[in-house]
């Protein structure tokens, strides 16, 4: 398969003696628009944890772009071109938004060579705008509403300049004019040439979203195909309707 | 030969005896610390705070400095809660409980110091009891009361304090407050008012432990300090908050110290329980019995 | 203002300073006044990590001890060192040993590296209680030389000045780090690690290098110490109340600041040296304890908070 972007290679992680995630193989392309779901429980996080850097795998090979990611440090990941939304947002309290995003663009756009020769403060300003936040830049983020807080974390994992994107439950609790919203705003991203996985609950905008879904059940991958398809796959529907 | 076994035999012995009350030393923090998740490093102060009421009951009153500070209990318990109660206006409900909670608990410490200084002077301070001085004897082995009664009753303390953990209501919402606050809601039980309890009784538990502490020796303010390393390093190498694993650590300790000091004299052992906390620390930060 | 001009400036206020002193004529001047800036290095100092990245040291003691008593062996063995190679000794012997304690408990949750920081000080003065060569117990003696080297006048001139141009060495570093890219990536780290990793920010290689910052210039402060003293012990060097000042100066000053440690270390420090005249010293140093716990719990963001809405 060429122009991966990131393999996943027989993934595994225990907890104890909890397997939370068992041999998982995945793949995605450069530009992807991937959604990945699965009942509470089934290893998402622990996927994202593994794939970020924040957890260690016990078993399995991750490679993104070209590079090995075993025993790489989280922010090592985020330098190479990974960026992550977190599913409770979790903004820098004492920072203004400006600053929020400005520390990734100053640790992660920066270090990579090559990139984006950017002047950090115009680079803060079009990625305000772009979440539409760019008149409360100065501001705190406990000022923000459930939707603006997500916006600025992904504004804040876009600032990384990644070319991969995971958005770990950013329209959790939102209206369904808000996950209209967001799901605009990560189209435009998308636009821009970043593969996105998409982790969601909420399966119209995971519909909507995906070229293709990937299901986890109890730390298994149990389909990888057409979204319309893998919907209609007899064990899925028993996953999510009970068997 | 018989006199390096009889060295041996008695720095081991001693060792342990010197451990049980390194338990009920650190009993306390194994509860605000290790169960509630409060750092207080204060607790030390509050011990030598608890040697000093059982020195004015025995040297003003005549009374056994231990069965006093059983009696005391309550007022250490109220202390407690009073301090508590402060903590958790002031740090804990404005989520704010990390730099400036250790500052409080810092400043407490430094307050109580200096206050005892101002009070009493920095003279050391003895108790006077029956059990001061005669020893049993087993062999070779020395088995002085002076240290003898101290672990037993610290041992009933800790033995006290597991029974009321494990087999009450409150007990069992204390093992589960740090866990989990909102599933204590759900029982009908506040956090705030479990956490105000158990903090209370680890300060009620400084009470005992000031007063065997001084019955072991003799006692002047600056002492809480060198208390605190050993207290944390039982704590966390106990796998914090597991009250046997808090006897079996403070056990170890206090047999190592007890070889130090035999065999490197005294003033090396204040450095052992630094090692042992920064190789706890850098090796099995969950303790000896804690899971990873 | 760049950093630069922020210097000069600071260069500018402490030639004023020095020169307001000797204006006064009184040696006591001195005395107090290079007590007052050695806490303004070592608040700021604190600061750095405490403050900025939200690590909390209760060692202060060890590390400004370990900066005294580098001096006390320097003394014995190349007494010919000027005491600024001296300060540059104890500041790295300090820095070193952050590096290190930082090495060994930077990676667990910011409690246990505080735990530890206490622990270290306990264990350092075991150290240096049972090291015959600079003193042990007993302590040892260091004869203050009667003249400074540099200009005419009393040593303690000399030490007043050292000292005053370590404080504006701390504090314009302190004042770069937090406009700088070194300064976003602490404050990421106090208020959200895992965040601050996501964010492409190496977390454990800025709190060391924060740590051997922090220790250094607190070594730094200390090394002049033995020529101060002239009789340094244990007890002394590691009192408490320095580390409880240097958490009390920049909490009840302002953490968030460069500006918080100056101020509460200049306030903290001159009512200290007034009460100890005054009244006593031990009544002076509860002052400094009421204080830190009053702040702690009803102003959260210290002086300098008063003054931001």
């Given at each position: 398969m060429t122009g991966a972007l990131l393999t996943v290679a027989g993934l595994g992680k225990r907890f104890g003696g909890f397997i939370?995630?068992?041999d998982v193989d995945l793949t995605v392309g450069a530009g992807e628009r991937l959604g990945l779901i699965g009942p509470n429980g089934s290893g998402k996080s622990t996927m994202v944890n593994c794939l970020c850097g924040t957890l260690r795998n016990d078993t399995g090979n991750v490679t993104f772009g070209g590079h090995a990611l075993d025993g790489l440090a989280a922010h090592r990941r985020t330098r190479l071109g990974i960026a992550r939304s977190f599913q409770l947002p979790r903004p820098f309290p004492t920072l203004t938004l400006a600053d929020n995003v400005r520390v990734p663009i100053l640790y992660a756009a920066d270090v990579k060579a090559g990139r984006v020769a950017v002047d950090p403060r115009r680079r803060c300003e079009e990625l305000l705008n772009m979440v539409g936040l760019l008149d409360k830049a100065d501001r705190k983020p406990a000022d923000l509403t459930q939707i603006e807080m997500r916006k600025l974390e992904l504004a804040r994992a876009m600032a990384s300049e990644p070319r991969l994107l995971i958005a770990d439950e950013v329209m959790a609790g939102l209206s369904h004019r808000e996950v209209d919203d967001i799901l605009a705003l990560l189209m435009t991203l998308n636009g821009q040439g970043i593969a996105i996985v998409m982790i969601e609950h909420i399966m119209r905008a995971v519909l909507a979203f995906s070229q293709r879904l990937v299901v986890l059940v109890a730390g298994r991958k149990i389909a990888d195909g057409d979204p319309q398809e893998v919907v209609r796959q007899p064990d899925v529907v028993a996953a999510y309707l009970g068997s | 030969m018989d006199l390096s076994f009889d060295l041996w035999g008695n720095a081991l012995v001693s060792g342990l005896l010197l451990g049980g009350f390194y338990a009920a030393v650190t009993i306390g923090v194994s509860i605000s610390f290790g169960m509630l998740d409060i750092v207080n490093i204060a607790h030390p102060a509050f011990i030598v705070l608890g040697s000093y009421t059982a020195y004015i009951a025995n040297s003003?009153?005549?009374?056994d400095p231990i069965l006093s500070s059983i009696v005391l209990m309550p007022a250490f318990y109220l202390l407690g809660v009073a301090i508590y109660s402060v903590y958790d206006v002031s740090f804990e409900r404005r989520g704010d409980a990390s730099i400036r909670g250790l500052a409080f608990f810092f400043g407490l410490l430094f307050i109580a110091e200096v206050t005892l200084v101002l009070v009493f002077g920095v003279d050391y301070r003895l108790v006077e009891a029956p059990y001061i001085g005669p020893s049993l004897h087993a062999g070779a082995i020395d088995l002085p009361l002076r240290l003898l009664v101290p672990f037993a009753v610290s041992l009933a303390l800790v033995l006290c304090l597991h029974v009321f953990m494990s087999h009450t209501f409150i007990g069992r919402a204390v093992q589960g407050v740090a866990q989990d606050p909102s599933a204590l809601r759900l029982v009908g039980a506040d956090p705030s008012r479990i956490k105000r309890i158990a903090f209370g009784l680890s300060i009620a538990s400084a009470s005992v432990a000031g007063a065997i502490l001084i019955v072991i020796q003799p006692v002047e303010p600056s002492i809480a300090r060198d208390y605190i390393g050993r207290i944390f390093a039982i704590c966390v190498m106990g796998g914090l908050g597991s009250f046997g694993g808090t006897v079996v650590a403070a056990m170890i300790l206090g047999v190592m110290e007890s070889f130090t000091s035999t065999f490197y004299g005294p003033s090396w052992s204040p450095a052992v329980a630094f090692g042992f906390l920064l190789i706890t620390l850098a090796v099995r930060p969950a303790g000896l019995f804690g899971r990873i | 203002m760049g950093n630069i001009r922020f210097g000069l400036l600071a260069l500018v206020a402490a030639a004023v300073t020095f020169a307001a002193a000797r204006a006064i004529g009184n040696p006591y001047v001195f005395f107090a006044g290079y007590v007052v800036l050695q806490y303004v290095v070592l608040a700021t100092a604190w600061n750095i990590l405490g403050g900025y990245t939200g690590y909390v040291n209760f060692g202060t003691a060890a590390f400004f001890a370990m900066g005294a008593y580098t001096t006390v062996v320097l003394h014995k063995t190349v007494p010919v060192l000027p005491l600024p190679a001296m300060m540059l000794a104890g500041g790295a012997i300090s820095a070193l040993i952050g590096l290190g304690m930082g090495y060994l408990t930077l990676r667990l949750r910011g409690t246990f590296f505080s735990i530890a920081t206490l622990a270290m000080a306990v264990v350092a003065q075991t150290l240096i209680t049972n090291w015959n060569f600079v003193g042990g117990s007993r302590g040892a003696y260091i004869v203050r030389p009667r003249l400074s080297p540099i200009f005419p006048g009393d040593y303690i001139q000399y030490l007043f000045v050292i000292m005053l141009l370590l404080s504006v060495l701390a504090v314009v570093v302190a004042r770069a780090i937090q406009h700088s890219r070194l300064g976003y990536g602490f404050a990421a780290i106090r208020d959200d690690e895992p965040a601050a990793e996501a964010s492409g920010v190496p977390t454990l290689r800025l709190k060391l290098i924060a740590t051997a910052l922090s220790g250094g210039l607190m070594g730094m402060a200390g090394a002049p110490l033995p020529y101060y003293v002239t009789y340094l012990d244990p007890a002394s060097g590691f009192s408490l109340s320095y580390a409880v000042n240097t958490i009390a100066m920049p909490l009840i000053g302002g953490t968030a600041t460069w500006l918080g440690p100056l101020i509460g270390a200049v306030l903290l420090g001159t009512l200290q040296q007034v009460a100890t005249v005054t009244i006593s010293s031990a009544l002076s140093l509860l002052l400094v304890g009421l204080l830190l716990v009053g702040f702690v719990i009803a102003?959260?963001?210290?002086?300098?908070g008063w003054f931001q809405r």
């Open positions: 939370a995630l068992s | 003003v009153f005549g009374f | 102003a959260p963001k210290g002086i300098v």
